[in-house]
């Protein structure tokens, strides 16, 4: 391409569109357009820019358009006061259970919101082979909040809990699972296997090794997403550890949930790490918290942490039955227990947003506030003042603040009243 033809190009692009970071071509703002939505007066704390100041945020078109000290308010259509909060990239959540009418523990991602703030949402391990379909037509295709999902090696996902899914392990059917993978390259990021013994019986490693060969044989880089908690035995749980590819997940890293005969068979036995998921971390796995109503330790974790395994990730294993257990596992309240664990405020954001939107291969679009990311954003009060937390197993921690949900917009659509017009979503 010539200089001229290169100027008059790039005179066109900016005359009539900008092409972002993202990829996202964008109309280019006059100087009378206005903003959709314009998020002012807060704090803003995004870890993917090292950023935290008070921002005004800007909206057009479902896309951060303006990230600025100050935008008049006349510049806006709508207005939303975050004065004296606190707002974050659109939290993604990476373990919840999503597939409400099709697995036996799903529920509405959309109904969560008010209490979660979260914008991105992945299935893990709902639906197999067999019904990631209508989890992807039915439900997602309906979903406001944006969704993604692990594919679980067991056919029939999670609908038959509690029956276990892979005491049969003909249920784990590696070329179905590889063809889910391989023709949903949008929406499917890899495979879920669910390692404890009361879900597998006495198979050892197989299901695990079947969900790693579906992933190779998809042809895609798809990942494992490898739940453990209540291993048969210990040296299993080391080999589960050692089978682990850089990039996978370990989630419920921090279980301390026995085995069937009581025994405590997780990453920190007798108060000591196991040397490997020691190596698994440093190899690059994924530590992914899970929170549920079964999966999370305060000792465990405290043990993992101070011998060099913290978590990379923070995610809710929000379900049914989990939500309704006093570990509260909705995700601001499992990001404010990592605050009396050491954890600065940035941290935990940066494991709910630029982390895990790197983990599903979207760090360039989700997880962050620059312009030309879509226009997903949480915004939170930081409540002040002697608070107390339990995790699943009765343990208790006492901390002096936590995050409380205020407002979630997702794609620039502001979820509550007053409703847009017309009630456009994506």
Not at 68 to 95: M, N, Y
Request: aromatic share 6%; hydrophobic share 45%.
């Amino acid at each position: 391409m010539g200089d001229l033809t290169r100027r008059a190009w790039l005179g066109g692009l900016s005359a009539t569109g900008i092409l972002t970071a993202t990829g996202v071509a964008r109309a280019a703002m006059g100087p009378n357009d206005k903003f959709d939505l314009v998020i002012k007066g807060g704090e803003v704390l995004d870890p993917s820019q090292s950023l935290r100041a008070r921002r005004d945020v800007g909206i057009r078109f479902g896309v951060i358009e303006a990230l600025d000290p100050e935008i008049p308010a006349t510049r806006a259509q709508r207005v939303l006061d975050a004065s004296g909060k606190l707002v974050l990239p659109g939290l993604v959540d990476l373990h919840a259970h999503t597939y409400p009418y099709g697995s036996a523990i799903g529920i509405p991602a959309d109904e969560t919101v008010p209490f979660s703030g979260v914008t991105t949402v992945v299935s893990a391990g709902d639906a197999g082979a067999n019904n990631l379909a209508a989890l992807r037509r039915h439900i997602a295709a309906q979903t406001r909040t944006r969704m993604f999902a692990f594919v679980h090696i067991a056919n029939n996902g999670l609908s038959a809990f509690p029956v276990a899914e892979l005491y049969n392990i003909d249920h784990a059917q590696v070329e179905a699972c590889a063809l889910a993978l391989a023709e949903n390259p949008d929406f499917a990021l890899g495979v879920k296997v669910r390692m404890s013994e009361n879900v597998i019986f006495k198979h050892g490693v197989e299901p695990l090794k079947r969900a790693i060969q579906a992933c190779e044989m998809s042809g895609r880089p798809a990942k494992i997403m490898a739940h453990i908690g209540g291993v048969e035995t210990a040296e299993l749980m080391s080999r589960i550890l050692d089978l682990l590819r850089p990039g996978d997940i370990l989630t419920h890293c921090y279980s301390g949930a026995p085995n069937i005969g009581g025994q405590f068979t997780n990453i920190v036995q007798g108060g000591k790490l196991l040397p490997a998921a020691l190596e698994a971390k440093r190899r690059g796995v994924v530590f992914d918290i899970g929170h549920g109503g079964g999966s999370f330790d305060f000792t465990v974790a405290e043990a993992a942490i101070a011998q060099g395994a913290p978590p990379d990730t923070i995610s809710s294993d929000l379900h049914v039955f989990s939500g309704n257990t006093p570990g509260m596992p909705f995700l601001p309240w499992v990001m404010s227990k990592f605050l009396p664990l050491g954890f600065t405020l940035e941290q935990v954001v940066a494991m709910t947003t630029a982390a895990p939107a790197r983990v599903i291969d979207r760090g360039a679009k989700l997880g962050t506030l620059q312009v030309g990311a879509p226009g997903d954003v949480s915004v939170m009060e930081w409540v002040e003042g002697p608070v107390g937390f339990v995790d699943t197993r009765n343990n208790t921690r006492s901390g002096s603040a936590y995050l409380k949900p205020v407002h979630t917009v997702n794609t620039g659509v502001v979820f509550g009243r007053p409703f847009q017009s017309p009630f456009a979503v994506r």
